[in-house]
């Protein structure tokens, strides 16, 4: 797996770059997975491998049943589309059984993954920042003071709750540390921010050391940044008054609403099933070759909601269950407090983002993984 994950690390995984990666419902990386599937269909029959007691797959059968069933048939790109669904459940699925059979990463192994994530996360950003690549897209050439990608999500979770498995602290760790909190910075997100801080808070409330070190790069990036972003990314993290948020949300979660208008009942018990879109108004400024409609909004609920109706709740249920589960062997003192804290972390991711459409998603699940690794004393 591991020219896998350099090769996935490097490559500039932003929408972007979705032309280089992204066709007819699939990313690049899904062909990883196949294979990965199939190894273990294969040892399954040929070495009894128990990987089919998992709800994982019982959620997946679930899903394409209801793809069949409980969607309206006019197969089109858009209910091609909406099969990103199973195959990011499958995904999730694929690298809890890899960890949990085939083991981890060194510690080593996993602080190199985590430089080389950065690092391209960072030139990638400064070449977008200086106007190395152009985009007819008005909507990138407005927010190239920013970059997200893959590398911010496995950073994001690294960041936040890589104290909890790094039992000893060396150079290294510090590096990766500095490294991955530039990325989260980068990516102009005021909710990553925000989780993030919430779980080094009340997770490390009793290492006061660690709170000054923190607080000390904060305020090293602000300063930076305040100089050499002419003040777009520092304004944009802290433009946090109300109606700024209320007015952002409300252009989030318009959309379902406008498709609220024409559900009947029976819509809003099952939702419209795969092949559901949103119109999204804001596209019209952006160019006139833009689809104006999408297959998701910037909200997990809301997405799922409208597409499978409550058949939406077993499938964000075993999402919090995967990312609870993956962090089962945390030494941490008060494991209840843990579990919260995570429900929060991913909470606030799914209320702005879509995760399992999201290109950039199988970052939280590399975090995950990677995080895992450093929990196995090696």
Not at 52 to 71: D, E, H, K, T
Not at 165 to 185: A, D, G, M, Q, W
Not at 217 to 223: C, M
């Amino acid at each position: 797996m591991v020219p896998f994950f350099v090769i996935i690390l490097c490559f500039p995984f932003s929408n972007a770059f979705a032309s280089l990666f992204y066709q007819y419902g699939l990313y690049v990386y899904d062909f990883f997975f196949l294979m990965a599937f199939l190894v273990l269909i294969k040892n399954n029959f040929l070495h009894g491998a128990n990987f089919y007691r998992s709800p994982f797959l019982y959620l997946i059968a679930l899903l394409v049943l209801y793809s069949l069933v409980g969607s309206y048939f006019e197969v089109d790109k858009y209910y091609i589309r909406d099969f990103r669904l199973i195959i990011f459940t499958v995904e999730c699925y694929i690298l809890f059984y890899f960890f949990y059979y085939f083991g981890g990463l060194t510690k080593n192994k996993v602080f190199f993954f985590i430089i080389i994530s950065s690092l391209s996360n960072i030139v990638y950003f400064t070449l977008l920042y200086l106007g190395f690549f152009t985009f007819e897209d008005q909507y990138y050439l407005n927010n190239s003071f920013r970059y997200f990608d893959i590398s911010t999500y496995i950073s994001l979770v690294y960041f936040s709750f890589s104290s909890l498995f790094v039992s000893e602290k060396c150079k290294l760790y510090y590096l990766t540390l500095i490294l991955t909190f530039f990325c989260v910075v980068f990516a102009g997100s005021r909710v990553l921010i925000l989780a993030s801080l919430i779980v080094l808070l009340v997770l490390n409330y009793r290492f006061i050391i660690r709170h000054i070190f923190t607080i000390t790069t904060l305020s090293f990036v602000l300063i930076t940044y305040f100089s050499a972003s002419e003040y777009q990314l520092i304004d944009r993290l802290l433009n946090i008054s109300p109606s700024i948020i209320f007015d952002h949300l409300y252009i989030r979660y318009e959309p379902f609403f406008l498709l609220l208008d024409s559900f009947s009942l029976k819509n809003y018990l099952i939702g419209g099933g795969f092949g559901t879109v949103f119109e999204i108004p804001w596209f019209e400024y952006r160019d006139v070759t833009i689809d104006p409609v999408n297959n998701f909004i910037d909200i997990t609920f809301l997405t799922l909601y409208a597409k499978l109706g409550f058949f939406s709740i077993p499938l964000v249920f075993v999402y919090y269950l995967y990312f609870i589960r993956a962090f089962k062997m945390a030494n941490y003192h008060s494991p209840n407090i843990l579990k919260m804290v995570l429900i929060i972390f991913i909470t606030l991711l799914m209320l702005v983002y879509s995760i399992p459409y999201q290109a950039s998603s199988i970052g939280l699940l590399l975090g995950l993984y990677f995080i895992n690794c450093l929990a196995v004393k090696k």
